[in-house]
T-cell receptor
């Protein structure tokens, strides 16, 4: 079993929809949770960074962490075609070492 | 633009050959990380350097090696290349590397194709 599981998609939604992207993990030592966005043929770009449980909001993006269920989510409101990308979750137990999910491909249709 | 630069963007070579990938971290960042991204494996951590010294190793093959120079740029050397080494190789940098609030910023990557 992988330490971090992420549905690869692809996930297709109409413009304006609310998108929910999720990751589950098995290592209870993870404390730091990140979401990266990766456009085709580009490097991952940090979107959200959260510590511990709860919600964090930044514009149209909300990151949610449920440590009791070992489950994290990224919500995108009012999705736009420019949000079409691969979204990677990453986790850390508080050190340099990030464990990444395999990424979910999202396509927002105009 | 993350501020991390990588060269070359693309590299095509043959099996058995050796290549060198180069990375310059963001200004002020002391730590450099190398990752390999393939379709079936996702983003895999290879190795980390901090201020010129190796700090951590991940799933790095013995045929691969890296170093970080006094000016903080880093090179990843891949030798005796195999078809399965074809992948995207990313470099990331952070201020320190190991502190819990440290964030890794990724470069644009080098796409390696081994024929």
């Amino acid at each position: 079993q992988k330490e971090v599981e992420q549905d690869p998609g692809p996930l297709s939604v109409p413009e304006g929809a609310i998108v929910s992207l999720n990751c589950t993990y098995s290592n209870s030592a993870f404390q730091y949770f990140m979401w990266y966005r990766q456009y085709s043929r580009k490097g991952p770009e940090l979107l959200m960074y959260t510590y511990s449980s709860g919600n964090k909001e930044d514009g149209r993006f909300t990151a949610q962490v449920d440590k009791s269920s070992k489950y994290i989510s990224l919500f995108i409101r009012d999705s736009q075609p420019s949000d079409s990308a691969t979204y990677l979750c990453a986790m850390s137990a508080g050190t340099y070492k990030y464990i990444f999910g395999t990424g979910t491909r999202l396509k927002v249709l105009a | 633009d993350s501020g991390v630069t990588q060269t070359p963007k693309h590299l095509i070579t043959a099996t058995g050959q050796r290549v060198t990938l180069r990375c310059s971290p963001r200004s002020g960042d002391l730590s450099v990380y190398w990752y390999q991204q393939s379709l079936d494996q996702g983003l895999q951590f290879l190795i980390q350097y901090y201020n010129g010294e190796e700090r951590a190793k991940g799933n790095i093959l013995e045929r691969f090696s890296a170093q970080q120079f006094p000016d903080l740029h880093s090179e990843l050397n891949l030798s005796s290349l195999e078809l399965g080494d074809s992948a995207l190789y990313f470099c990331a940098s952070s201020v320190e590397g190991g502190r819990r609030t440290d964030t890794q910023y990724f470069g644009p990557g080098t796409r390696l194709t081994v024929l």
